[in-house]
C-alpha cells in the first residue's frame, strides 16, 4: 500500500511523518511486522529517520493527537522535538488559522503550542515532575528537592540527578562533553536499574548561567542531535540547583533552543525551528 509521507527536522533531531487521519496507517504501526518501524528509521535501508510521527484525530478536543515511536519500535510519552515537527507539518499544509494556540494530545497529557511572527514554534512543556514515583526513578529528592544520587561505573562515580517532562531524564553535569566516553556512558545509564521504564540521558557542560551545553543519548534511540523534553528537564535541574538562571539558551550538537522556566514554578516553554526536509511515497 502506497503513503504519502514527509520528513521533518527540528535542530537535528529527525522524524518521518504520516497523516493517519482518516485511514488505518496506526494499525499498521501498533503491530510493526517485520520491524516496519525500525527498516523506516533505518539510514542505510529505509527513509532514516530518528522516530516516526503519526498524526490522529483527537478524541480530547484538540487540534490534532499525535503519536510517536522510537527508532527501535517503543513508543514513548512525549517528544518536544517531534511535536515541533508536527506543528510545522501542519502549518506548512495550511491546516493551521490561529497560531497563537495549538491544542496536540499526547500520551504525556494536552501540549499546548504557539507559532509567532518568525515561525518559530513554541511548546508549553507542562509542569516538571521532580517526585521519584512518578518519574519514576529509585532516586530520593537531596535537600534542593531534586531526585538524586550516584552511580558508579568502571570506578568512576557520577553524581546523577533526575526529571520527568512527562518522560524520564537523567541529568549529569560534566566539565568536558567531548571528553567523556559518551558511547559507553550512555548505553550503560539508559537501561540502568534507578530507572525501572530506563531512561534519557544528558551530559550538561555549563557555559554560565544562562548558556549551557547539552549531549544527549535518546531512550529507544541512542546518540540524537536533540531532545527538546531533555533540554527542558536539563534547565529545571540546573536552576533548581543554583547552577542556572530560570531561563537558558540550550545548545545541542543539532543547534539550540531556548527554554524557560519562570519563578521555578508553573509549566516549562521551549522554543525552537521545526523544517522540512523532503516529502514522497512509500510502499508499506
Partial sequence: MKNNFSKYQGIGNDFIIFDARGNKIDNLFSENKDNLIEHLCNRNFGIGADGIILILESNNNCFARMRIFNSDGSEPEMCGNGIRCLISFLNDNNEITDK??????????????????????????????????????????????????????????????????????????????????????????????????????????????????????????????????????????????????????????GGKLVIEWPNQSGPVFMQGPAIKVFSGVIDI
Avoid at 546523577?160 to 559507553?184: L, R, T
Wanted: charged residues 20%; hydrophobic residues 40%.
Fill in 100 to 253: 497563537s494556540e495549538i491544542r496536540i494530545e499526547t500520551k504525556a497529557g494536552k501540549i499546548l503550542t504557539s507559532i509567532d511572527a518568525n515561525e518559530n514554534i513554541k511548546v508549553n512543556m507542562g509542569e516538571p515532575i521532580l517526585s521519584p514515583e512518578d518519574i519514576p526513578t529509585k532516586l530520593l529528592k537531596n535537600n534542593l528537592k531534586v531526585p538524586n544520587g550516584r552511580i558508579t561505573i568502571n570506578d568512576q562515580i557520577l553524581n546523577v540527578y533526575a526529571a520527568s517532562m512527562g518522560n524520564p531524564h537523567m541529568v549529569i553535569f560534566v566539565n568536558k562533553i567531548e571528553d567523556i566516553p559518551f558511547q559507553e556512558y550512555g548505553r550503560y545509564l539508559e537501561k540502568h536499574n534507578t530507572f525501572p521504564n530506563d531512561t534519557n540521558v544528558h551530559f550538561v557542560e555549563l557555559i554560565d548561567k544562562a548558556n549551557i551545553k547539552v549531549k544527549v543519548w535518546e531512550r529507544g534511540c541512542g546518540p540524537t542531535l536533540a531532545c527538546g523534553t531533555g533540554a527542558c528537564a536539563c534547565l529545571v535541574v540546573a536552576s533548581m540547583i543554583g547552577k542556572t538562571l530560570n531561563n537558558a539558551n540550550v545548545y545541542l550538537p
